[in-house]
């Protein structure tokens, strides 16, 4: 990416929030704001959910669709800092992060995704 370019499906989700504006009541000049910001945030929820399933991925070593031990140790590179993280995550407690409950995790922590 080059200085100052944007992520393409950022530029697909401006591209897809402008269209929707054009597709307003054209007729009368107006734009509905409610489905305008309705569009707004459903769209940030899905590129925020989209940034978590891209972290998820590389998170996820073993390529099992769940955060195991192991990957929490490799990423964390200490047993002990692993298990606080499971016994952190690990909701139910079956002994793996499933991506929903890793999604719950950082959707509810103050870091930011992007």
């Known amino acids: 990416m080059f200085p ?3 992520p393409v ?3 697909e989700g401006v591209r897809e929030l402008r269209t929707q504006i054009l597709l307003a009541d054209i007729d009368n000049q107006t734009v509905n704001w409610k489905g305008f910001l309705n569009s707004v945030i ?3 929820i899905s590129m925020r959910e989209a ?5 998820f991925s590389v998170y996820d070593r ?7 031990l192991s990957d929490l140790i ?3 590179g200490s047993e002990k800092l692993a298990k606080e993280v ?3 995550i ?4 079956n002994g793996v992060i499933s991506f929903d409950e890793f999604k719950t995790a950082v959707l509810n922590s103050s870091i930011p995704l992007a």
């Open 4 to 6: 100052g370019s944007l």
């Open 9 to 11: 499906d950022v530029v």
């Open 42 to 44: 459903e769209r940030n």
């Open 51 to 55: 940034a978590v399933k891209e972290v």
């Open 62 to 68: 073993s390529k099992t669709n769940v955060l195991r």
């Open 74 to 76: 490799q990423l964390l």
């Open 86 to 88: 499971m016994g952190d």
């Open 90 to 93: 690990d909701l139910d407690r």
